[in-house]
């Protein structure tokens, strides 16, 4: 089996690494450059507590700021696990999606003890800080990152798809799905998706990522 991962080269190098234990073949091509905002000003001790969904977002904080003791509410695990390691010390893992980070909240926020804020890049996904302001919460929202998309697939992508040599891409989020689709079509690699599986971490990566594109699709 051989295996494109799209994710950033670091996250992908750790994936990549327990693919390969399993005798997995892979391939890494990030679809987005994470690049650091700049004269960010915020405190974290301003809000009752952070709210982080992704392990961009994660990572963003740590270099942002030195302060480790907020209350961090996170969508999954694998976000709460790195912040961990980044040394924050109340960490609550929602262990599911959106909805069960709102529910979360909802149990162990108090509306009337201050604000919350959403941590993440510039182009955030989904209603989280509308949601939770229509349930009663301060909610507000801070980019620290942005995410570029890549400009093109490299050519040794290209020739690998053109060759057939690429069986899977993995995919974590609708923005990577919508890009790798455009990228290939550009390289006129469309037909080698008609052979191919598109492993997705949601529905909703699957509907960005086109069904009709694909030989089969995997959430």
Not at 7 to 31: D, H, K, N
Not at 135 to 143: D, P, Q, V
Request: aromatic share 6%; hydrophobic share 40%; charged share 20%.
């Amino acid at each position: 089996v051989k295996l494109l991962l799209t994710r950033s080269r670091e996250q992908s190098e750790v994936l990549a690494a327990t693919f390969r234990t399993e005798g997995v073949e892979v391939w890494i091509e990030p679809m987005l450059s994470i690049v650091p905002e700049t004269n960010i000003n915020f405190d974290p001790r301003d809000y009752q507590a952070l709210l982080v969904t992704s392990t961009n977002g994660a990572t963003a904080l740590a270099k942002a700021t030195r302060q480790r003791e907020s209350q961090i509410y996170t969508v999954g695990r694998v976000t709460a696990e790195t912040l961990s390691g980044h040394g924050f010390e109340n960490v609550h893992s929602a262990d599911g999606d959106v909805n069960d980070l709102i529910k979360l909240v909802i149990r162990h926020v108090n509306r009337e003890a201050g604000g919350l804020l959403h941590v993440g890049g510039r182009n955030l996904a989904g209603r989280l800080v509308e949601q939770l302001r229509q349930k009663g919460f301060s909610a507000g929202r801070i980019a620290l990152y942005r995410a570029v998309a890549t400009g093109r697939l490299s050519d040794d992508v290209r020739q690998a798809l053109g060759r057939g040599d690429i069986d899977g891409v993995l995919f974590f989020s609708p923005r990577t799905a919508r890009v790798f689709v455009k990228l290939a079509s550009e390289a006129s690699c469309e037909k080698a998706l008609l052979g191919m599986t598109a492993f997705c971490l949601s529905e909703a990566v699957c509907k960005a990522a086109g069904p009709s594109a694909w030989g089969n699709m995997v959430v």
